[in-house]
Each structure stands twice: as C-alpha cells, then as structure tokens.
C-alpha cells in the first residue's frame, strides 16, 4: 500500500501562483510514475503533469508554459508549481502515484477567482 499526502492549494487571484506538494509512503517501488490530475465541478478528472523516476515529464497542452512539475525521489514527494494561474484551473487536484497500482491521493482545492 501507499499513501499519498497533499498540501498547498487554496484561493488565488487570476494571475497569480500556488505551488502543490504531495508525499508518498509505505511499499514504495522505485519505478513510479507520480502526477497530477485536476477535477473541475461536474468534469471528468484529467492528467495535468506527470513525472517518470528518472525525470520525464508530461504536461497538458492547457498548463505548459504555467506549470511546472517536479520530484524529490529523496523525499518521495511530487510538486506543482503552478503560475499565471486562470479561473478555468478551479478545481480539485489529485497526486496519483503509479507503479504496479495506482494510487491516490485526497485531493486539494485549488480555487481562482477574478
């Protein structure tokens, strides 16, 4: 089993940065996936950014260039800066952790209001 704890969200004005932090624990495979998915009122949950243990990353068309994601393997922790953030990137997001399972985390809010 892993369990994933997630911090950083919260109420942004349009324009402005949050930086989402997720640790992972327990059985932890070395070979893992780890990334963020968003979940907006009434949508399906979607990919925002993944990151592959040796440092591949994959974005969303609608955050590259305003996101970043990144790894502490150290640490066993993923990260999302998140900047230039809009009013569409309210939502809930989500860590996920892939390996032999998937794993999620319990969400934070991430709201932005104009």
């Known amino acids: 089993q892993v369990q994933l704890v997630e911090s950083g969200g919260g109420l942004v004005q349009v324009g402005g940065s949050l930086r989402l932090s997720c640790t992972a624990s327990g059985s932890i495979s070395s070979i893992n996936i780890m990334g963020w998915y968003s979940q907006g009122s009434g949508k399906q949950r979607e990919l925002v950014a993944s990151?592959?243990?040796?440092?591949?990353?994959n974005y969303a068309d609608s955050v590259k260039g305003r996101f970043t994601i990144s790894r502490d393997n150290a640490k066993n922790s993923v990260y999302l800066q998140m900047n230039s953030l809009k009013p569409e990137d309210t939502a809930v997001y989500y860590c996920n952790f892939l390996s032999a399972r998937t794993y999620w985390g319990q969400g934070t809010q991430v709201t932005v209001s104009s």
């Open positions: 990151i592959s243990w040796d440092g591949h990353t």
